[in-house]
């Protein structure tokens, strides 16, 4: 499990193919503990789950499935690129963002970017299947990121992005068009899959 409070950037340092998926090494710069990359521990890349499977000088390599490349935007990333990393929730850690398992539900995009005062609006387009469990002051995680949703509009919602959380994220560089992973709130997830089983 995560909590959506990215620890800072690292970035993808190598792509190797490994028969038919790929084994991505990421360079977390120092800012995952030790302890959190040992073998089989879990690591959230913009917001995907990874299981670590090496140790490299500078972060973690993990195996990535065809599936997840198709599925979310690490297959389109170039090597070099910025990434948001959190290590996995230990017990005793604070829940400072909202509980995310790291399992992405779609990919959206960036519609437009603004400043507001001091912090910045984000709009985004959610696919039209994920729009319906997305809901104004509702939580939502884009790129692995713990945010508030603010304002929704059909498939579009509206976030704010504060100081900090732009420094210190892949969202600094967001720009209209831009492609990102989301994971929906899990309760809303489990609450549509009921209703849908008693619809049925």
Not at 4 to 13: Q, S
Not at 41 to 67: I, M, P, Y
Not at 75 to 85: K, R, S
């Amino acid at each position: 499990m995560f909590t959506g409070i990215v620890r800072g950037k690292g970035r993808l340092a190598a792509r190797e193919p490994r028969g038919g998926d790929q084994r991505l090494i990421v360079d977390t710069g120092g800012i995952v503990p030790e302890k959190s990359l040992e073998s089989g521990a879990s690591v959230a890349v913009n917001g995907v789950c990874l299981t670590v499977v090496e140790r490299t000088a500078e972060g973690f390599g993990a195996d990535v499935s065809a599936e997840t490349l198709a599925k979310t935007t690490l297959g389109a990333l170039d090597e070099g690129a910025a990434v948001n990393v959190e290590p996995a929730l230990a017990v005793g850690d604070p829940l400072g963002g909202h509980l995310m398992s790291g399992h992405v539900d779609g990919v959206g995009a960036v519609v437009s970017r603004e400043r507001d005062a001091r912090a910045w609006r984000l709009r985004f387009r959610a696919p039209d299947e994920l729009a319906r469990l997305i809901a104004a002051k509702g939580s939502i995680a884009v790129d692995g990121v713990s945010l508030t949703v603010n304002a929704v509009d059909g498939p579009e919602f509206d976030v704010a992005i504060i100081p900090a959380t732009m420094e210190r994220t892949v969202i600094a560089g967001y720009e209209p068009g831009t492609r990102v992973n989301l994971e929906v709130d899990t309760i809303a997830r489990y609450l549509d899959r009921l209703l849908e089983q008693r619809r049925e």
